[in-house]
């Protein structure tokens, strides 16, 4: 049987065709991977960041308790010794 020209360029050109679609998946796979892998560490960098902001301001609002705190104390200190008319108590 004898090879004929039209098939054998068909084949490589089906096989050629072949390598260039599985190499172009093979890099957009790789380009998919690494884009997931971003996105999880941007997600992981996102919910740290979230937490230590959370602890801060957890902590800021502790502070401005505790200045509450004293602020209440210090004026009932100062309405009990407090003389309107002068002199002293």
């Not at 490589?12 to 260039?20: F, G, I, S």
């Not at 902590?59 to 210090?74: F, M, N, P, Q, T």
């Amino acid at each position: 049987m004898p090879v004929r020209p039209i098939a054998v360029a068909a084949a490589l050109t089906a096989a050629a065709l072949c390598a260039v679609v599985v190499r172009r998946h093979c890099t957009l796979r790789r380009a998919l991977l690494a884009e997931r892998a971003v996105r999880r560490l941007e997600g992981a960098a996102h919910i740290r960041d979230l937490e230590a902001f959370s602890i801060r301001f957890h902590a800021v609002l502790e502070d401005r308790a505790v200045l509450d705190a004293a602020d209440l104390v210090l004026d009932s200190a100062l309405a009990t010794h407090h003389n309107p008319e002068g002199g002293s108590t």
